[in-house]
């Protein structure tokens, strides 16, 4: 038998979000949770139909052609969502059809759903959630037969204390969908063309409607407002993180560890309490992260140690130390065994293997040697209030604390800049640079400065008898 097709109903705006971006572009854990839902059904299904609307632009340069467009323009309820795909739909064969704001489902469990399909007509997905309010509840006959579903706003008291209710994912035959879909009409509280309808036309025309019932009730879980939205996101962060731990991952508080989906992470890896780690990011085994990191996108190497630092659009090679504190932006590529310590930030700059920026510096544009030491304090002034320039800090050189490198420059191998320096010009290789102002040492001056010298006269008579 040839496999199903899909539709997901995406067109809603989501009022209860009260949001500028359509619903089901909300992400969880980096992606938009209508991801979650293409990505669990994609294995199952010979084509996938998403039927947009309200912000259906911005859907389709989210999903881009992985999936087919049916326009829904005027959101005019979920049955009529689903009649504007019928001309897209094969005559024959069965359609899974979803909703775009349901992204806890499993793949497993559509599969499920397809299965119970061989014995019906069509198939609801339903669970018991403990708290049923805003779905559709199922009403069965004495038989326990499934005769239709009741929406909350139609609901009389005794079916609002159903506890079966619809999860909005069913499975019907093509050829029902076709001849049966265009029968509903929009007599209800809302005004709307309710798909839910489509069961009681069915049941009362023979058809066998059945429900496949949800172990896991939270799979169905419903994304309408920003409460639901973190209880989904909650529910992702646990999949990913048991997932990871289960690979060989050391998450030592998986409730205060935040990881996107996508993310690799390395066997022997330990990510510490309070650490975030987003987008494209990937790390190598053997790392230590956190507490208090905060990757987006960063490639970590193996056996890195990064704390309490935020790493962003960067490189880090293996045996490399970070932090804590530090902060590393885009285009920065930090080579192996290097060290980079406290309030230190770098940016769009490459640091040579097991050169050391141990604490309070800024290094910007700039291209450092391997084993060069750049002092506290030392900054790269890459920025002349018009433009950026590079900085070139050759192998072996040491720049001293508290040091001023002008940009553009290139410091030679093997130099030394000494303490306290501001650099206008290459240095070359070898060569000693010191730009400091002379000192000079006044004797006795500093008790006048002090307001100390005539009290001190006082007391040296006072001392005298006199
Ligand atoms: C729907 C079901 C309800 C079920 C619940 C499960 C109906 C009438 N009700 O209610 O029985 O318990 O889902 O979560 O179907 N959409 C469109 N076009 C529209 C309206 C909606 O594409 O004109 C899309 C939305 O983008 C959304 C999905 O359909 O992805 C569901 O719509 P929503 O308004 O969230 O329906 P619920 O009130 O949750
Ligand atoms: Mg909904």
Request: glycine share 10%; hydrophobic share 40%; charged share 25%.
């Amino acid at each position: 038998m040839s496999k199903p097709w899909a539709v997901i109903l995406a067109a809603g705006e989501g009022t209860r979000m009260k949001s500028a971006i359509p619903k089901v572009l909300h992400r969880i854990c980096g992606q938009p949770m209508i991801r979650y839902v293409t990505e669990a059904v994609a294995p199952l299904v010979e084509e996938q139909l998403v039927v947009i609307g309200h912000g259906g632009e911005l859907v389709q340069s989210e999903l881009g052609d992985a999936v087919s467009y049916a326009w829904q323009k005027q959101q005019l309820g979920t049955g009529h969502a689903l009649m504007q795909s019928l001309s897209l739909l094969p005559a024959r064969g069965e359609t899974l059809v979803l909703c775009g704001d349901t992204p806890l489902l499993r793949t497993a469990t559509l599969q499920e759903l397809i299965r119970q399909k061989r014995e019906s007509d069509a198939v609801i997905l339903t669970a018991e959630p403990p708290e049923t309010e805003g779905y559709g509840r199922i009403v069965r006959n004495s038989k326990g037969e499934v005769l239709r579903i009741v929406e909350e706003k139609e609901a009389d008291p005794a079916e609002k204390k159903i506890g079966e209710v619809n999860t909005g994912c069913y499975i019907f035959s093509n050829e029902l969908l076709h001849q049966y879909l265009p029968l509903l009409d929009n007599n209800n509280a809302k005004g709307e063309y309710y798909l839910t309808d489509l069961i009681m036309l069915l049941v009362d025309r023979g058809y066998k409607v059945t429900a496949c019932r949800l172990e896991d009730y939270r799979e169905a879980q419903g994304v309408n407002d920003r409460l639901q939205l973190s209880f989904a996101a909650g529910i992702v962060r646990k999949r990913i993180n048991e997932k990871l731990m289960k690979e060989g991952v050391t998450i030592i508080d998986p409730e205060s560890t935040y990881i996107d989906l996508g993310v690799e992470i390395g066997a022997d890896t330990t990510i510490y309490p309070q650490t975030v780690i987003e987008g494209k990011s990937k790390l190598g085994s053997g790392c230590v992260v956190g507490p208090a990191a905060h990757l987006m996108d960063a490639l970590l190497e193996d056996n890195v140690v990064c704390r309490a630092s935020v790493l962003w659009e960067c490189s880090v090679a293996s045996g490399a130390q970070i932090g804590p504190f530090a902060y590393l932006r885009p285009g920065t590529k930090i080579g192996p065994g290097v060290k980079i310590g406290d309030f230190v930030e770098i940016k769009n700059s490459y640091i040579g293997d097991n050169s050391k920026v141990p604490h309070l510096a800024y290094v910007g544009d700039a291209t450092v040697g391997p084993g060069v030491n750049l002092g506290a304090g030392t900054i790269v002034v890459n920025y002349d209030g018009r433009k950026k320039h590079r900085t070139i800090i050759e192998e072996g050189a040491f720049v001293g604390c508290n040091s001023n490198l002008i940009a553009p420059l290139t410091v030679g191998r093997g130099s030394f800049i000494a303490a306290g320096s501001t650099v206008t010009r290459d240095v070359p290789p070898e060569a000693l640079l010191l730009a400091r102002t002379p000192e000079e040492i006044k004797k006795g001056v500093a008790p006048y400065l002090l307001g100390n010298k005539s009290k001190k006269e006082k007391e040296k008579k006072k001392e005298k008898g006199v």
